[in-house]
């Protein structure tokens, strides 16, 4: 809690580009939670360093993310949308929430298992600490909630093991976080083989629609999608395609799935797959075309990227203050 709100707390990185699985999976429930908590969502930049980054490709991809974030819908005076490595207590509290994070618990971490035989040539500290820069990133906030994905998961699962060992060390200091798993989007599959879930780091461009796909693009891709051979359309594990289908033009329409079926009852897979293409470019175009027109608006991007460092900059000093009193550093003289 921040004073009388609850406070959310999500970060996204800027590493490749976004997918329909990030908007439908983050970013649409985030617009929704802004209603009810007091939200920080940051772009996490310090954590896409943990892999070999160009510079000006990163910095060009951050600020990209920001604007994305401002196109789908959070409003930048509600909400607080900054860069990670623009507030300084991220790094501080990180150092010191490493030193009560065991290496056993960080060995179990299956991310860190994942990346490092993908980038085995560069197996660093950070990325091994990765999961501890997140906690920071949480509980420096006194986050209440923290709307992620399932495979953040364990990641979470370790901030608030770490959030509970401190404050029986030193008496309450964080917030113990919970999870959100939004329900409507949450595992968008690859439109390829859905049995993986749409990622930005698939080889196949065709297995993933890209926020910035065009309208000819994007129904050229739900064409090709791969479905099954039994012509109808029905919502079960067996017909994975056409279940994953449904999951969008449910999310995209606000239909339950139940009503889909019905409404595409003894119709072919054909019509099935214009329709959902269809309302994946009603749900595209506007947020492709306010992501272009704040592109053009480099002093508002600029104003909203200070403000809101300063205000992040502000509630995270109250929580590094605090931990650094009760774990003994030296108080600041005023
Ligand atoms: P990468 O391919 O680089 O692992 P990613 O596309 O899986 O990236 P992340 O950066 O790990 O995306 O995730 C950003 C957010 O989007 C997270 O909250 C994650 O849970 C969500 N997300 C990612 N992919 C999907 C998906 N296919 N369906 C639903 N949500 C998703
Ligand atoms: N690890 C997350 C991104 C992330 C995050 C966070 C999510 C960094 N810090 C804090 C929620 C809360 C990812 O890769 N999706």
Known sequence: ???????????????????????????????????????????????????????????????NLLTLYIAAGLDPEKNCLYYQSHVSGHAELAWILNCFTYMGELNRMTQFKDKSSKHADNINAGLFTYPVLMAADILLYQSDVVPVGKDQLQHLELARDIAQRMNGIYGDIFTVPEPYIGKVGAKIMSLQDPAKKMSKSDENPNASIYLMDDPDTIMRKFKRAVTDSEGCVAYNDEQAGIHNLIDIYSACTGKSAEE???????????????????????????????????????????????????????????????????????????
């Not at 699985?21 to 939670?33: D, E, I, P, Q, T």
């Not at 947020?287 to 002093?299: F, H, S, T, V, W």
């Not at 590094?320 to 030296?330: S, T």
Request: aromatic share 10%; charged share 30%; hydrophobic share 35%.
């Open 260 to 334: 889909v079926v019905k409404e595409f009852d003894g119709k072919g897979y054909g019509d099935f797959k214009m329709a959902v293409g269809e309302s994946v470019v009603g749900v595209l175009k506007p947020l492709q075309d306010e992501y272009k027109r704040l592109q053009g608006d480099k002093a508002y991007i600029d104003k909203i990227i200070k403000e809101n460092a300063d205000k992040a900059q502000y509630y995270s000093n109250k929580t590094l203050r605090k931990v650094q009193k009760k774990i003994g550093f030296p108080v600041r003289p005023n």
């Open 1 to 63: 809690m921040l004073g009388e709100n609850k406070v959310l707390f999500s970060g996204m990185q800027s590493t490749g580009n976004l997918t329909l699985g990030n908007y439908l999976g983050a970013l649409k429930n985030w617009v929704k939670l802004s209603d009810e908590y007091m939200c920080f969502y940051s772009v996490v930049d310090m954590h896409s360093i943990t892999v070999r980054q160009d510079p000006a490709d990163l910095r060009q991809r951050a600020r």
